[in-house]
């Protein structure tokens, strides 16, 4: 899951300027003719993302974080994951995408397994993705939609770049569009020790982690803005990757403050993907998966700002060990 670390934490005093931030962040609300750039909210690994097995918490999460987008009236898509259908729970979790597409949000496939084209090659890859659609084509359908969005998992495209390039003529051929990602707050690595903090009652941990996370989610909205002006000269339509999780349907309202104030209005992804910046030239082709501001600054032979540029906490990784540890031990199996 996690990219080659850049250091073994982040100073004490960048997270005491990325805290104050949040703080200054929460008390200056935007005004409506502030909100000058745009945003698509984009959540990956529908049904859900989480180390809770138990249904009831998995329906309660996509309930809790579908109300309060219809309530902000806040457009999204749900890319999905069908293998989590699987098993004794799948009407269930049927059910939960069918939420998502009455809502007005839309779906898209995020292949079957969550397995990369690194692991599987360009071929089984491709067969992935398409048995990632049985499930949500007919669905999409239903709705009077049609399935168009991928996105690629661990944002892994291929490699070298005549693999990369093979599957992008397998999507396009396919109808597929590939979603791109510029705003990465690495929400996954925060979800696992929340979920595991709901489970032990543990509030003040909760609280702690929902702080940590918003800061550093501020930290890299501005990164990713900053990133924008380094490439192409202004801000650009940002699509952001976030995940099904009960952190973010518990902080939802906290993240539209943050994009508020950042001046990103909410769109959906076909309005975002209008911005002229996603017609720029893509070479990149490495095995690690990478923002596009990444991939467009290594076809451009630009640098981006280091500033904003670093991992979650030395704590948060450690947190998202532990538990991924403790998960994978004899007695949990």
Known sequence: KRLDRQGASLATSNWARALAALALLAAAPATARELEGQVALTFDDLPALTIETNQGYIDDLNRDLLRKLRENHVPAIGFVNES????????????????????????????????????????????????????TRPLMKAHGKKLRWFRHPYLEAGSPLAVRDWINRWLRDHGYRVAPVT???????????YDDAIAKHDVARQARIRQTYLAYTAMRIKWSQESAKALFGRDIAHIMLLHCTRLNADTLDALLKLLRTARLRPVTIDQAMRDRAYRTRDTYA?????????????????TLPSEGDEDPPAEIQAEYDRVDKDRASPQNQ
Do not use: C
Request: hydrophobic share 40%.
């Open 84 to 135: 989590k259908a699987e098993g004794a729970e799948h009407d269930r979790q049927v059910d939960n995408l069918k939420r998502w597409l009455d809502a007005g949000m839309l779906l898209g496939n995020h292949t079957f397994s969550h397995s990369s084209p690194n692991s599987l090659g360009a071929a089984a890859y491709a067969a992935d993705i398409e048995r990632g659609e049985r499930i």
């Open 183 to 193: 705003i990465d707050a690495e929400d996954w690595e925060f979800a696992e020790p």
């Open 286 to 302: 490495e095995k690690d998966g990478v923002t596009w501001l990444e991939r467009w600054a290594a076809t451009l032979g630009k």
